[in-house]
C-alpha cells in the first residue's frame, strides 16, 4: 500500500520506494529459492542477487557489467608485470575476467570502479580463498588507476551462494601500500526463517550505492574538468593558428 501511495504520490526516486521495492523482490523470490541451496548454479545466486543492484543503481552513473567481462586495469598490470620480469614474452596480455565489473562514464570514457565476485555455495575452502585472493587483486588494479582522479579506496563484493561481505581497499600514499578493512557481512533472505537478515542486508546495500555513486561523481567531475581543458587548448591554438595565418597574409 505504501508503496502505491509514493507512485501515485511520483516518489519512485526516493529511498523509501527503492527500500520497499526491495523488500517486494526479495519476497517473491522466497517461493523460487527452493530448499537446496547447494544445487543452484553460480549463474542462480548471481542473478538473483544483481536483479536488486539494479534497482540500487538505477539512474545513477554507476553502471554494471557482467557476463565474465574483462577488467583494463589488470590487463595494464599485465602487460607491465610482462615488460618488466618477462621481457622475451611477447604473447599478447588478456584482462582478468570479472563476474561483475562497475563503472561511471563520462562522454563515452568508461572508468572502472569495483570488481564484484560470486561462487556457488558448495564450492570447496580452496576455491573461496582463491577468489578472495583474486578479487582483491583485480581491486588493487583499479584503484591504482583510478588514484588520479582523487579516488583512494573502493568497496567492493565477496559471494558464497546467499552469504557474502562487502569490504573497503584502501591505498595508503604515505607507505605505499594497499590495505583492506572494514568487512560488512551480509546474507540474501531466501525464506521466511531468514526474514530478521532483511533489514542489515538492504542498509549494506545502500551503503554499497552511496559509497559507489559519491567515488562516481568524484571521477565524472574531473574527467569534464580535463576534458574543458582540452578543448579550451584546443581552441587557443586553434586561434593562434589563424591568427599567425593572418599576419603572414597581411605581411605579404
Known sequence: MKKGELSRDRKRQTELYLVLDCMEYLLQSFDIWGTDLAN?????????????????????????????TGSNATKNEIENNKAIFFDTNTAPAYSRKID???????????????????????????VKTAQQSKNLRINAA?????????????????????????????????????????AWPIQMPTSYLSMNEMKNFINTLLIFKANTVKRSN????????KRLIMITKL????????AAATSTSNTK
Open 40 to 68: 543452484n548454479s553460480e549463474t542462480t545466486f548471481y542473478r538473483r542477487f544483481a536483479s536488486l543492484l539494479d534497482k540500487m543503481f538505477m539512474k545513477t552513473n554507476v553502471e554494471l557489467f557482467d557476463g565474465e
Open 100 to 126: 561483475l565489473l562497475v563503472k561511471c562514464s563520462e562522454q563515452k570514457k568508461y572508468v572502472e570502479i569495483s570488481s564484484n565476485e560470486w561462487k556457488r555455495s558448495s564450492c570447496t575452502t580452496t
Open 142 to 182: 583499479i584503484l591504482k588507476n583510478i588514484k588520479q582522479y582523487g579516488v583512494f579506496d573502493t568497496m567492493s563484493l565477496d559471494m558464497i551462494g546467499t552469504s557474502g561481505y562487502f569490504s573497503m581497499l584502501h591505498w595508503l600514499p604515505d607507505q605505499n601500500i594497499f590495505f583492506a578493512r572494514d
Open 218 to 225: 568524484i571521477i565524472r567531475i574531473l574527467l569534464k574538468r
Open 235 to 242: 581552441f587557443v591554438s586553434s586561434s593562434s593558428s589563424s
